[in-house]
């Protein structure tokens, strides 16, 4: 779509430096937030944006329209006020990169179709630092492969690496899952720090020792040496969206009666951290709750 007019709903902690991206990309930009001051501030760093009143008017001036909301449901709520306000022009094309469920996502996709809107999904997985770079990993499912293909220059922008995952939800479903594992690795390796702790174990020296063997994973080279060993806590990613994340893939295996009950395991320990620290706590932090009554062994 090289006359792509973008506009980009939801710029927070993602979205901005994805936003950043299409601008340098050299597509034209609008951008709407709740936060009002937000949308200023992002203005005055990128002057080439364009200003827009609202959602609806976010939607007037765009032909490509990039969601990056906290839930499902926001999306869903935002993209069919657009609608019944009339506010969309035909032909264009939204793209939902939040972390979304599938069904929410295939309902939507057939209400924007009647207004002549086409949805694609596109979650993306790296978090801030592959937002900032460039280099996120896109997963994106519709059933529009010309809308693919007229989008497929702005997600480039924004990803490094694109998997086109199938039908309307797919990428939602493949994103979810995806969540799942990533969660799972850091619980269980919460467990195994936990563990041994109050064995004397080094935690550091048995992260080594797991990184050089079978037990190696995302949470083991990632989030534990670099947030959880040096003390920072501070990853920017809310435990409450990864509990919801894992809901979804819970749901997904109970709808489709696959038996998962590491899905429902890992959602019920994810969200015990979440009430005992609150919804925007980051995600490591759940690390501390999950351990919090380790004593290493003397």
Known sequence: ????????????NMGWPMAKNIVKAGHAL???????????????????????????????ASNLIITMLPTGAIVREVLTGI??????????????MSSSEPGGTKALAATLKAHGVTLLDAP?????TGAQAG??????????????????PVLQSIGGKLFRT??????????????????????AMSEVLGIGTAFGLDPALLTDAINASSG???????????????GKFSLGFALGLMAKDVKIAADMANELGVLAPGTVLVHNSLANAREALGYHADLTLAYQHWTRDVKAKT
């Open 30 to 60: 609008a951008v709407h937030d709740t936060d009002a001051d937000r949308v200023a501030r992002f203005l005055a760093e990128a002057p080439n944006t364009r200003k827009v009143n609202g959602a609806a008017g976010l939607a007037q």
């Open 166 to 187: 199938g039908g309307s939800g797919s990428g939602h479903a493949t994103k979810a899952l995806n969540n799942y594992l990533a969660a799972s690795n850091f619980r």
């Open 216 to 230: 190696k994973n995302t949470a083991s080279e990632g989030l534990v040496p670099r947030q959880v060993l040096t």
């Open 124 to 128: 993306v997985s790296g978090g801030i």
């Open 135 to 152: 280099t996120l990993a896109l997963m994106i499912g519709g059933d529009d492969e010309a809308a693919i293909a007229q989008a497929w």
């Open 1 to 12: 779509m090289a006359d792509a007019q973008v506009g980009l709903i939801g710029i927070g």
């Open 83 to 96: 609608a019944e306000a009339k506010a969309f022009t035909p032909g264009t094309i939204c793209i939902d």
